[in-house]
């Protein structure tokens, strides 16, 4: 394989972009997913200033994730009432937010808008379905003027309701970010199989590892790359067979030291993987 195929990411934090940047490059990596920079950033000036050191240390930012004040992942009801899109009372306010995030994204030169939207109910039927599509819709178009992607974090839902969802949104900018070890964590699917109903649409990936919960309505555990059960020489090889050609964007989210040293050896990993023939 070639080089600069699959160029390896991570993803960093927005509350201090040129911190988190510098961290990027003293890993030698040279492309990252950020959330979206904290209130204080988001002047015109210093927006440029987190281009302009991008650029000066050759990082790409391939996505900005968006977050939600209010979101807790504690467990799977609490997610369902506070995380992304589903919950209706929210809505409305937080399609409105990711439509300033896509200014910002604008502003920073980033062509893609992701985010974990929520539980995406199985039946077509639910009441907040419909909703859910048009909150949909009416981004991935406000999106679109900005030349944007829009793009859903997989593994909350099994792969086979996410791809009917992104049918029934019916935009060609509407993709999603990959992530294996959510299908586990959240006992959704199996992350390797998911890749045949989702590889057309897969716009990034995460390189996370974890396995499932040992009790079910429970969250799974994560752990560092390969040694969950994801498989990760297997999904490199499925992302390898469905012609993907985008960043391999590490995610470990712990903090501190041990994460460093993980994302280090994940990057280890993924390049052996990535260059293997
Ligand atoms: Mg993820």
């Given at each position: 394989m070639k080089n600069g195929i699959m160029p390896i990411g991570v993803v960093i934090s927005g509350a201090d972009p040129l911190t988190s940047l510098e961290k990027v490059a003293s890993f030698a990596i040279s492309t990252c997913q950020m959330s979206v920079p904290s209130e204080q950033w988001q002047s015109k000036a210093r927006m440029e200033l987190i281009k302009k050191t991008a650029k000066e240390k050759e990082i790409r930012i391939t996505s900005l994730i968006c977050g939600f004040e209010g979101e807790n992942y504690r467990d799977i009801p609490t997610i369902k009432r506070t995380v992304g899109l589903l919950n209706p009372a929210m809505r409305g306010k937080r399609v409105l937010k990711v439509f300033s995030y896509s200014g910002i994204a604008a502003e920073l030169g980033v062509e893609v808008i992701q985010a974990h939207i929520g539980f995406i109910p199985e039946d077509r039927n639910d009441p907040d379905y419909e909703g859910l599509v048009l909150a949909l819709q009416k981004i991935a178009d406000y999106c679109k003027e900005n030349n944007q992607s829009v793009s859903l974090e997989t593994g909350q839902e099994r792969a086979l309701v996410l791809s009917k969802f992104i049918e029934d949104v019916n935009r060609l900018n509407l993709g999603v970010n990959f992530d294996p070890a959510n299908m586990l964590l959240y006992?959704?699917?199996?992350?390797?199989?998911?890749?045949?109903?989702?590889?057309?649409?897969?716009?990034?990936?995460?390189?996370?590892?974890?396995?499932?919960?040992?009790?079910?309505?429970?969250?799974?555990?994560?752990?560092?790359?390969?040694?969950?059960?994801?498989?990760?020489?297997?999904?490199?090889?499925?992302?390898?067979e469905i012609g993907y050609t985008g960043p391999l964007t590490i995610e470990r989210e712990i903090s501190g030291e041990k994460q460093m040293r993980d994302i280090l050896q994940a990057k280890k990993l993924l390049k052996k993987l990535a260059n293997k023939e």
């Open positions: 006992d959704a699917d199996d992350p390797i199989k998911a890749l045949d109903t989702l590889g057309k649409y897969v716009i990034g990936v995460h390189c996370k590892d974890g396995k499932r919960p040992e009790r079910k309505g429970e969250l799974g555990e994560e752990y560092p790359l390969g040694e969950g059960d994801v498989g990760i020489e297997k999904f490199i090889d499925k992302l390898k």
